[in-house]
């Protein structure tokens, strides 16, 4: 039995265990954009204060396909992290970084090649000293390419060609943003050593790339930093392009792709820059939300506009994303599966679109997906690190900004400007990719879309 | 042992690496090493290192496109001129500026790697205790 006294203890427990939510609450929502932006040795870092015993530290570039001058380097670029060094050879890095227990990772987007490691906390400077190793002293050698980097390639280019969305995807952006963004990103096998190498010294120069950490000690991070990367340059050599880009300009249009493993077809929009810039805009990813087509609830087709529409197709799946990057963004509407149901899907998204954009949406709908995009926004800022890319960007091209001002923009989201923003869409110039059996696949005329 | 020290060239490169700079003792190094033939057949030093087993043929794969044709012609000529019991004629030969190493610096570094292997291998590892 339960003491008098216990029985009051647990209760003021409880109200005290509601309180401390609460106030966490509140804390949470402001811990979670306590950023740190500060330069060490001309190199700018970017911390994110959160407790606990692991870190995770990542060099950003400012080298993504966007800025390549010859197809394949950022790919190249991003596959040479973690190989040969002037000091170690790689088989030496994979095995010490084994040791500690940690994990790395490099990749490449459309406008940022990074490579980073998670790591326990106190393993920092060894992460710090190898990323300015990998950034300053990597050896690129052809064999590398031959032995190690094409098979990955081959697999990656493989995977990319048998994917009809991926295609759809990858076409309508460079429909849309021609050259610069529209850079393909597909891998490219039979690179050239002494081109990667060069790209390598105009990516990585103090003022082209930036460290973004989590978990790890701001002040410390500077110290090594400042040790470690004193020696690289801080520019790139004038011989080399610059890697400067044009500002991305909107074009839109229809491209028709044959393939016979499935088909796609993605219909997309002007969308928002990223939501740390200054032009965010914050209805572009609640039309996202609002458009949807995924399920939030497993099992079910879900409720949005879109999803509506693979309720009523079975075996098409829709899927809208609102993919940004630093000046611009791509609205885009994903719909895959077989030719004929995708044809018949494809017609009755673009009317729901339509229906949605010119007529006003319900009421019900767009509450639905303010509070979406509200959540969306806020769990991506859970994350470690949301969106390493975006984040180590906004530090090299511009004062990084905390993501407080979008996080504030999108819970202050009114229902008129999303109703306003769905309107602008519909009358703007469309970008439509239809890949897979083009006998079936609808044109942009007869999905009713603009192009 | 490393392999391409193997052979008549060791000598000469032992000879010839450390003191590099002094005219006297390149001039006798160069003087060995066209004593030993090899150049009148056209051929050069790293041509003369056993090819076969795995860190040589993994050397070889490592080689552009056109230092392996230069090498395999190289051979054959060599060949060639053996089984005929002719030499190259003087301005055909190689010179000692010619005679430089394409290949052992491949094989030196796939040594490296695989001593690093081995090392890494039989690693004991202890970590420092937390201050």
């Given at each position: ?401 905390t993501s407080e001002e979008s ?45 | ?48 290192i056993p090819e076969e087993n ?78």
């Amino acid at each position: 039995m339960l003491s008098r006294a216990t029985l009051r203890s647990s209760t003021s427990a409880v109200s005290c265990l509601r309180c401390t939510q609460r106030r966490s609450y509140a804390a949470a929502s402001s811990a979670s954009v306590n950023y740190e932006a500060s330069e060490a040795a001309g190199t700018k870092l970017i911390s994110k204060n959160i407790p606990g015993p692991t870190s995770t530290l990542a060099l950003v570039a400012k080298a993504g396909t966007r800025y390549q001058w010859l197809p394949g380097l950022s790919e190249g670029l991003a596959n040479f992290a973690f190989k040969n060094t002037q000091k170690r050879f790689a088989v030496r890095i994979v095995r010490e970084t084994e040791l500690l227990g940690s994990q790395f990772f490099a990749n490449r987007t459309r406008e940022a090649v990074v490579f980073g490691a998670k790591f326990m906390r106190e393993d920092l400077p060894y992460f710090v000293e190898l990323f300015a190793e990998i950034a300053s002293e990597t050896k690129y050698q052809q064999y590398m390419i031959d032995e190690v980097i094409n098979p990955t390639i081959d697999a990656s280019a493989h995977k990319f060609f048998a994917s009809p969305a991926q295609i759809a995807l990858e076409t309508a952006h460079s429909v849309a943003f021609h050259r610069g963004l529209g850079n393909s990103t597909y891998p490219i096998p039979h690179l050239v050593a002494e081109e990667v190498e060069a790209y390598a010294a105009a990516a990585y120069t103090k003022s082209n790339i930036a460290l973004v950490s989590a978990g790890v000690d701001p002040s410390e991070l500077s110290k090594w930093t400042g040790e470690f990367f004193k020696s690289l340059p801080s520019s790139a050599p004038s011989s080399l392009p610059s890697l400067d880009a044009v500002k991305s300009k909107y074009y839109g249009g229809e491209t028709r792709v044959a393939h016979t493993g499935g088909n796609a077809i993605v219909i997309a929009f002007p969308g928002t820059s990223l939501s740390r810039g200054s032009a965010y805009k914050p209805e572009i990813d609640a039309l996202a939300t609002l458009l949807g087509g995924q399920p939030s609830i497993k099992w079910s087709a879900g409720t949005s506009v879109l999803s509506k529409v693979v309720a009523a197709n079975p075996g098409v799946s829709i899927s809208t994303n609102s993919t940004q990057y630093t000046d611009t963004g791509l609205l885009n509407i994903t719909i895959s599966g077989p030719a004929k149901v995708v044809a018949k899907a494809a017609k009755e998204a673009a009317a729901a679109i339509k229906s949605a954009s010119e007529g006003s949406p319900a009421a019900e709908d767009v509450k639905k997906a303010l509070a979406q995009a509200k959540f969306k926004a806020f769990d991506a800022e859970t994350a470690d690190i949301p969106a390493i890319d975006l984040i180590g960007l906004s530090a090299i091209t511009g004062t990084v900004q905390t993501s407080e001002e979008s996080l504030k923009a999108i819970a202050g989201l009114k229902e008129s400007a999303l109703k306003s923003a769905a309107k602008g869409l519909f009358s703007g110039k469309a970008t439509v990719v239809a890949v897979g059996d083009l006998s079936e696949l609808p044109y942009a005329e007869e999905l009713g879309l603009n192009v | 042992m490393p392999l391409f020290t193997k052979g008549y060239t060791a000598f000469t490169r032992a000879v010839a690496k450390p003191v590099a700079n002094s005219s006297l003792l390149t001039s006798m190094a160069n003087a060995i090493q066209s004593a030993a033939g090899y150049r009148a057949l056209g051929l050069r030093a790293d041509d003369l290192i056993p090819e076969e087993n795995e860190v040589v043929q993994k050397a070889l794969s490592r080689l552009s496109p056109q230092e392996h044709y230069d090498r395999v012609f190289r051979l054959r000529r060599g060949f060639q001129l053996s089984l005929a019991h002719h030499l190259l004629p003087p301005h055909e030969q190689t010179k000692p500026e010619e005679d430089i190493c394409y290949l052992s610096p491949y094989i030196a570094e796939i040594e490296a790697e695989n001593q690093e292997r081995e090392d890494l291998d039989a690693v004991i590892v202890e970590r420092k205790a937390k201050s």
